[in-house]
C-alpha cells in the first residue's frame, strides 16, 4: 500500500500579510514560473485528494484560496510534505493524514497568474464537426472547430496534428494512445475526459496566442476536465480551468511511477486521486515569485 502524500519542496518566504501574492502573466499561457493555483474563494475541499495517490509538485508554488474552514480536505492516510503550506482558510486533515510543516491559515489570496490569457477567437476555423471512434483504429486529428463532441474508445492510437482544437461539445478519449506536440486543447463547452491511455504526451505550442497553453476552458465553458494515466503520460505547458473542477488521477502498481501533469495548474478546484505518482512541474522549473512590493506603505 502506498502511503498518500503531496511533497511540496519550497524555500522559505517572509510573510505574506502585507502583500497580495501575484505572478507576472506573459504571451499565451507562459508564466514566469510553475506550481499549482487553486482560485475558487469559498468552496470546501477547494484542493482536495483521497486514495492512496502522492503528489510531488517539485516547484513547490502552492496555493490554496479558499476561506472555507476546509479548504483543503484530504483523508486516509494522504499526507501533505512540506516547509510551508499558504492558504486563506482552514485545512481538514482526516483520518491519518496531515501536514509535517508549518501551515499559514489566514495568507492573502494569489492572484491568477494566468489572468491574461485571452480566448483565442474561433472565427474563420473550419468545422470539423464531430467524430466517433469505437473501435481499434489510427486516428489523425487536425486543429480546428469541433462543433461536435470528439469520443475514441477502444485501442486506439490517436494523433493530433499541431494547432488550436476549438471543443465545442465536449471530449472523450479512453484507452490506446494519443500524441500531440504543438497543440492547444481549448474547450468552449462540455467536458474534458482523458483516461485510460497507455501513452499520453501532449505539448503546446511555442508561438502563437495560446503559446505555452496546452489545456485551456473558457470561463463561460460548461464542463469538467479530467486527466488518468500512469507512468506512460507526460503532460508539459499549462493547464487552465477557471471555473471549472479539475480531476488529476495517477494510476500506477509501481511505487515512484505515475504522470507528469502539467507545468503550472490553475483551476477553480482541483481533486488529485489515485494509487501513483502524480508529479506537477519538473524540479528545474523555478516556482511562481512572491513579489516584492508592498500593497501599500
Keep these: 500500500m502506498i502511503n498518500s502524500r503531496i511533497v511540496l519542496v519550497r524555500p522559505a518566504v517572509g510573510a505574506t500579510a502585507a502583500f497580495l501574492l501575484s505572478a507576472a502573466a506573459m504571451g499565451g499561457g507562459a508564466t514566469s514560473g510553475s506550481g499549482l493555483v487553486i482560485l475558487n474563494p469559498t468552496a470546501s475541499g477547494a484542493l482536495s485528494m483521497t486514495g492512496n495517490s502522492s503528489v510531488q509538485v517539485p516547484s513547490a508554488a502552492v496555493y490554496v484560496n479558499s476561506n472555507s474552514a476546509t479548504a483543503i480536505s484530504t483523508v486516509g492516510t494522504a499526507r501533505l510534505e512540506t516547509p510551508n503550506l499558504y492558504i486563506v482558510g482552514t485545512p481538514s486533515f482526516g483520518g491519518q493524514s496531515g501536514c509535517s510543516g508549518a501551515v499559514h491559515r ?49 485501442n486506439s492510437n490517436v494523433v493530433m496534428q499541431p494547432g488550436v482544437y476549438f471543443i465545442e461539445q465536449g471530449m472523450s478519449i479512453t484507452s490506446g494512445s494519443l500524441i500531440g506536440d504543438g497543440v492547444t486543447i481549448m474547450m468552449m463547452n462540455g467536458s474534458l475526459s482523458i483516461g485510460g491511455a497507455s501513452t499520453m504526451r501532449l505539448s503546446p505550442p511555442s508561438t502563437g496566442p495560446t503559446a505555452g497553453m496546452v489545456i485551456a476552458a473558457s470561463p463561460q465553458a460548461i464542463g469538467e476536465l479530467s486527466l488518468a494515466g500512469g507512468s506512460g503520460v ?53 516556482p511562481i515569485q512572491l513579489p516584492s512590493e508592498p500593497l501599500c506603505d
Excluded: H
Design 106 to 154: 489566514g495568507s492573502v489570496p494569489y492572484a491568477n497568474p494566468l489572468q491574461g490569457f485571452v480566448v483565442p477567437s474561433s472565427s474563420g476555423v473550419p468545422d470539423r464537426g464531430g467524430l466517433s471512434v469505437r473501435s481499434n483504429s489510427t486516428v489523425s486529428l487536425q486543429p480546428g472547430r469541433y462543433s461536435q463532441e470528439i469520443r475514441i474508445t477502444g
Design 234 to 286: 507526460l503532460v508539459s505547458g499549462s493547464i487552465y480551468a477557471p471555473t471549472q473542477l479539475l480531476t488529476l488521477t495517477g494510476n500506477s502498481s509501481v511505487v515512484g511511477t505515475g504522470p507528469q501533469m502539467g507545468d503550472l495548474i490553475v483551476a477553480d478546484r482541483v481533486r488529485l486521486t489515485g494509487t501513483a505518482l502524480i508529479r506537477i512541474g519538473s524540479p528545474a522549473a523555478p
